[in-house]
């Protein structure tokens, strides 16, 4: 039976996800940039000191759904930095990340509390969110026309000044690069 929860939750998951990144008409997937598969390659950094952090890739479970992550517990004083340098192909017109956020089942977040989950575009600020919940939050966000560039993507986690229970993760995040339908004759 508990396999059988297991499988629902996946399909779930990527059912939900599948409705959240339909290209629009006339566009299909072209390429796609996994972050978790690329981890090896980041670059992992402190802003300040690096006491207490961690940044690595395993399960997680968020309001018990489990899915693969990025473990992004925030050092005691700064923010985690997990950065990506990458090249998007010269034929995507245009890029959708998706991914979802969350703190680990079994943190015990109260009060002021929060966690702040930050994404960096080449130095700026794209999207932000504090978080206290144990639950997965997905998102799926339309980025600028990068096609034929190098980009640098920065997941970025902040404890706010109190990194107790900040138990972060970044649940299958995905870069999507859509682009013109080739008809076949």
């Avoid at 959240?20 to 997937?29: C, F, N, V, W, Y």
């Avoid at 890029?95 to 989950?117: E, K, P, S, T």
């Avoid at 998102?139 to 229970?165: C, E, M």
Wanted: aromatic share 10%.
């Amino acid at each position: 039976q508990y396999i059988s929860y297991l499988k629902w939750q996946e399909e779930l998951w990527h059912s939900l996800l599948d409705e959240e990144i339909q290209p629009d008409a006339g566009k299909t997937m072209l390429w796609q940039y996994d972050f978790l598969e690329a981890f090896p390659a980041a670059r992992q950094a402190a802003t300040r000191r690096p006491d207490m952090m961690e940044i690595k890739i395993a399960d997680a479970t968020c309001g018990m759904v489990r899915q693969v992550a990025l473990w992004m517990h925030p050092p005691v004083e700064g923010s985690a930095v997990c950065e990506y340098t990458l090249r998007v192909p010269a034929e995507v017109e245009s890029l959708r990340l998706r991914f979802a956020v969350g703190i680990r089942d079994g943190a015990l977040m109260q009060g002021d509390n929060l966690c702040a989950f930050r994404l960096l575009v080449n130095g700026r600020r794209l999207w932000s969110i504090t978080k206290q919940t144990n639950d997965w939050e997905r998102f799926v966000l339309d980025l600028p026309s990068l096609a034929g560039q190098d980009v640098v993507i920065q997941f970025v986690t902040d404890a706010l000044g109190d990194n107790r229970w900040n138990w972060a993760v970044w649940g299958e995040p995905l870069l999507l690069g859509y682009g013109q339908k080739v008809m076949q004759k």
